[in-house]
């Protein structure tokens, strides 16, 4: 992939230790996955940033490559994917997604 | 992309395991699929999740296949 996409990503993921790539933003996301996979991290007391894709045709193709994950919503934690929204939920429902997140913020 | 060729393609990649896909808005482009397979044995969920995202990965690039939901679990 483009090496200034790689470096925007990267930058970005340095923002904070919880980052969402989404369709639309946490208060007004675009896609039912996108408000899914915010849902859990709200209800995990995340606190995380997040990067709107629509709003970049770049990005939004250079997310896919990043990580070798084909679709939005991502979920970093310290700069490693997590998953999409399924595998976020099903760390939320199993309780997991609050213990990383709470890890995340402690260093 | 119809449901009966993304089972297909599913059941070619998890021969041993078990394949159910939802349609879930009747627009063949909204897809649940569950998947029961020994192949997801002992791995990390993100990758399982990536080899199945994978089998779909020009569809999903061309919107063909605008969303796809994932359950992969190695037994019942």
């Given amino acids: ?107 | 992309m119809s449901p009966q060729s993304m089972k297909e393609r599913l059941e070619k990649a998890y021969p041993e395991g078990t394949v159910e896909v939802e349609d879930l808005t009747g627009t063949e482009d909204h897809y649940q699929v569950r998947i029961v397979a020994k192949a997801f044995e002992g791995k990390p969920l993100l990758e399982c999740h990536r080899a199945v995202l994978g089998l779909f990965d020009l569809e999903l690039k061309s919107g063909e296949v605008h969303a796809l939901s994932i359950k992969t679990k190695a037994k019942e």
């Fill in chain 1, 1 to 107: 992939m483009n090496e200034i996409v790689k470096k925007r990503i990267d930058e970005m993921l340095e923002q904070s230790p919880v980052f969402v790539f989404m369709k639309g933003t946490p208060e007004f996301p675009m896609c039912g996955f996108s408000a899914r996979a915010v849902g859990a991290l709200k209800a995990s007391n995340a606190r995380f940033s997040s990067f709107n894709v629509l709003d970049d045709d770049e990005i939004r193709e250079g997310v896919r490559h990043y990580a070798n994950f084909p679709t939005i919503p991502q979920i970093y934690i310290k700069k490693q994917l997590v998953g999409g929204s399924d595998i976020v939920m099903e760390l939320y429902e199993s309780g997991e997604l609050q213990k990383m997140v709470k890890d995340s913020a402690g260093n």
